[in-house]
């Protein structure tokens, strides 16, 4: 996956293109991460439906990731 177009998919296809990761401590035993995409206003402004895109944390700095979100996102549904 990239990072602010650091790879030659991501500058074909900016839908590829991770801008930023926050994550900030929430309410009561809760975490929320804020995630930006797609720097280019000229392209879609979905998600690429072939990307995988997987968020890996390391909890206790061992080095090793504890928890991994992976998610794939389909193409717009229209109604």
Do not use: W
Not at 41 to 50: C, G, I, R, V
């Amino acid at each position: 996956m990239s990072h602010h177009f650091d790879t030659k998919l991501a500058k074909e296809d900016p839908r590829l293109n991770i801008c930023d990761l926050y994550l900030f401590k929430g309410m009561a035993d809760s975490t929320v991460m804020v995630l930006t995409t797609n720097a280019d206003a000229s392209s879609p402004d979905t998600l690429h439906p072939k990307g995988l895109y997987a968020f890996r944390f390391d909890l206790d700095a061992d080095g090793h990731e504890d928890v991994v979100f992976k998610f794939r996102f389909s193409e717009p549904q229209t109604q």
